[in-house]
């Protein structure tokens, strides 16, 4: 089993920053891919970027290649990703996610354990 707790969410201009955290607890197994995904009330939940944990292979969504950027503190068992650049439409609840192998990281079907959200707003 494992525990994921997001942090670091909240309101923001445009073009300003934000990093959220993941912390971890439980199987260090089941944490050997991470992810995080948003999701605006009415939409489906969207692939925003993944961590592969034993070598930090990176995997972005297009919309936010270039902005944003996910990375891991193995010591401290967290999984960070770090918004620049924000827009408007980046607005939404950012979830993490995490397993032992993902086929698709980019298809929300194939994660097995989330976290409860963090919501992130970003005016104009």
């Known amino acids: 089993v494992v525990h994921l707790v997001e942090s670091g969410g909240g309101s923001v201009q445009a073009g300003g920053s934000l990093r959220l955290s993941c912390a971890t607890s439980g199987s260090g197994y089941s944490t050997k891919y991470m992810g995080w995904f948003r999701q605006v009330p009415g939409k489906e939940r969207e692939a925003v970027a993944s961590?592969?944990?034993?070598?930090?292979?990176?995997y972005y969504a297009d919309s936010v290649k270039g902005r944003f950027a996910i990375s891991q503190d193995a010591v401290k068992r967290t999984v960070y990703l770090l918004m620049n650049s924000l827009k408007p439409e980046d607005t939404a609840m950012y979830y993490c996610?995490?397993?032992?192998?993902?086929?698709?990281?980019?298809?929300?079907?194939?994660?097995?354990?989330w976290g409860q959200g963090t919501q992130v707003i970003v005016s104009s």
């Open positions: 961590i592969y944990t034993a070598d930090s292979t990176t």
């Open positions: 996610a995490a397993d032992s192998a993902v086929q698709r990281w980019y298809m929300r079907q194939y994660w097995k354990y």
